[in-house]
């Protein structure tokens, strides 16, 4: 068999490891990759001597589905204290060595400097260099910048535009849309979707305003759009919107998102903290989700409003936080898996070929050794990081 460092790529790929979680646990140690794609899964694996493959022993790692992260400022966010503050883009390797396959790219507060064409540049390159990538079309704005002047026709005829996001709803930054103009949106969204064959979801930003998720409660209130429509973010920004969130997805059956903040302040709750709370409150584990916000800015406001200050996000609180709920019992691996890959798998609309290891599914692979640290990363069967071989 070839070696892993092999310079011509190998047709095959068998990847032998210690355990898999698909994310159930499975008596199968071994994966064979053809394709790009998951084409056995079972124990003791061999193929025929001369066949183009490549072989990775890690008997010491367990294979669960790369990571899904729904919320990545790809381009960058920011902007907020003028054009100093803009954050800079995200890179692939940042990406694959948080055991990240696949993002779905944002953009945010700046859509005028910043555009989706920009945004759609910056995920077909993060495709080149291997990562699955998917971007939303708009921004904060209403009415959202788009590709094609249309969401649907952007939804329709761009393969990576897959919903419609951030919309900022209950923030001092968004468009302080009405009522009827975020149903608009989401049933423009919706079609669009399914024109294509694609979920078609609202990714909205939740800010610290007093609405809270007032807007989202009456849409589905108030029109025939399904829950599964609309994903609201950021809901653990203060304790009240977390109590909120929670009460809303039980009342609608609906999936709410939590950001792992880097720092969440006095105000607001780290994702440990939130998905540990919506978890005491009786919210289903398949109704959250959770996602980095990386590489968009975390501005500081006065009381009057005035910008005084900014961080930058990393997806790195992503992880932390997910190894804090495993560590600390709140949630079995196998369930947890599913805050970082099936259950946003779903949410997105691609649970067809995301979020599992099965056979036919993207050979989408994050390695993880026993303190549940990423080792390698695989995404489409391709080898995109591995902690011991430098940049």
Partial sequence: MMPLDARDAPLLTLLRVGRIFAPEPLEATDLLIADGRIAVLGRDLTVPEGWPVRLVEARDLTAVPAFIDQHVHATGGGGEGGCGTRCPAITAREIAAMGIGTVVGVLGTDGISRSPADLLAKVRGLKAEGIAAYMYTGSYRVPPPTLTGDVQRDLAWIPEVIGLGELAISDHRSSQPRQDEIARL?????????????????????????????????????????????????????????????????????????????????????????????????????????????????????AQGNYIGMRVARNTALIADWQRLVREEVLPLDQALGLISGHVARVLGLHDRKGRLAVGFDADVTLLDGDLQPQQTFVAGKRLYARDVPA
């Avoid at 409660?217 to 994903?231: D, M, N, S, Y």
């Avoid at 304790?239 to 302040?265: C, H, I, K, M």
């Avoid at 903290?273 to 009786?282: D, F, N, Q």
């Avoid at 289903?284 to 006065?302: A, K, Q, W, Y």
């Fill in 186 to 302: 989401v049933s423009e969204a919706r079609v669009g979707g399914m024109l294509a064959g694609k979920r078609g979801i609202c990714h909205f930003h939740v800010g610290d305003g007093q609405r809270g998720l007032e807007p989202l409660r009456r849409l589905l209130a108030e029109t025939e759009i399904p829950a599964e429509q609309v994903i609201p973010t950021h809901v653990n920004r203060h304790r009240a919107l977390l109590e909120e969130a929670a009460d809303y997805a039980l009342a609608f059956a609906a999936s709410v998102d939590v950001t792992a903040f880097d720092d969440p302040g006095e105000e607001g709750l780290s994702g440990f903290e939130a998905v540990s709370r919506l978890l005491a409150r009786g919210v289903p584990v398949p109704r959250i989700t959770m996602s980095s916000d990386c590489n968009g800015s975390l501005p500081e406001f006065d």
